[in-house]
């Protein structure tokens, strides 16, 4: 089985334009998350959607938005992008939106360079 | 938020066991305990959870304290491929913020 596809897997961007990240979740998962990962930290939580609605959203600015579609899959946008945005763009699946007793698969990510 | 506390960075011999430490002395009855790993320039791969009592997998085995103010990820025998940045992250169904600390960097030496 194929597991959560993430694109594009680079991408270089310059102050003050938008961008658009894609992911695909595992077949039968219907919950996705986004998380940003900055050089030499942990993963930070931005968005979570399950069944194409919002369920959780962590500590980002409102430039930071996202949706899921129909098939489960999901888009993180990014409007007027600083260079503090440069970083390692996550995408995790899941079958239900809780976290206790359910496994999140990760993508490889999507590496954004801001300049 | 009940917060975690891991060593920065740990080193193994390959071959040899290595007991990863997490504190956690704000815990709530209600958080589990989950463990993921981050490979070199891969996305985290979930590793192992439990609530209260010890849990056994393929990957490794969890030792919860019997206060569950900490706990202990124990790779049984490490390889160089277990050589990756440990997270250990307390989660609720109620809080769909999953949120990874620093982590501890573990080395595995020939």
């Known amino acids: 089985d194929a597991g959560v596809t993430q694109s594009p897997t680079h991408l270089i961007k310059t102050r003050g334009q938008h961008v658009t990240l894609r992911c695909s979740p595992i077949s039968g998962h219907k919950s996705v998350s986004w998380y940003q990962q900055v050089l030499g930290q942990g993963p930070q939580f931005i968005f979570q959607y399950y069944e194409k609605e919002e369920r959780g959203r962590g500590n980002f600015p409102d430039r930071f938005s996202a949706r899921q579609f129909p098939n489960y899959s999901s888009e993180l946008n990014v409007n007027a992008l600083l260079l503090g945005d440069s970083a390692l763009y996550l995408c995790a699946s899941s079958r239900y939106p809780g976290l206790t007793s359910n496994e999140q698969f990760f993508g490889p990510g999507t590496r954004l360079t801001v300049l | 938020d009940a917060k975690t506390t891991q060593p920065n960075s740990m080193e193994s011999n390959e071959e040899e066991p290595v007991h990863l430490p997490c504190n956690h002395s704000t815990i709530s009855g209600t958080d589990y305990i989950h463990w993921y790993r981050q490979l070199p320039s891969q996305g985290p791969e979930y590793v192992i959870h439990g609530l209260t009592s010890n849990v056994n997998n393929r990957m490794a085995s969890l030792a919860i304290a019997e206060d569950r103010k900490s706990s202990t990820l124990i790779l049984h025998r490490a390889t160089l491929r277990d050589a990756a940045v440990y997270y250990c992250?307390?989660?609720?169904?109620?809080?769909?913020?999953?949120?990874f600390g620093a982590g501890t960097r573990l080395t595995v030496k020939p």
């Open positions: 992250i307390l989660t609720r169904d109620d809080n769909n913020d999953m949120r």
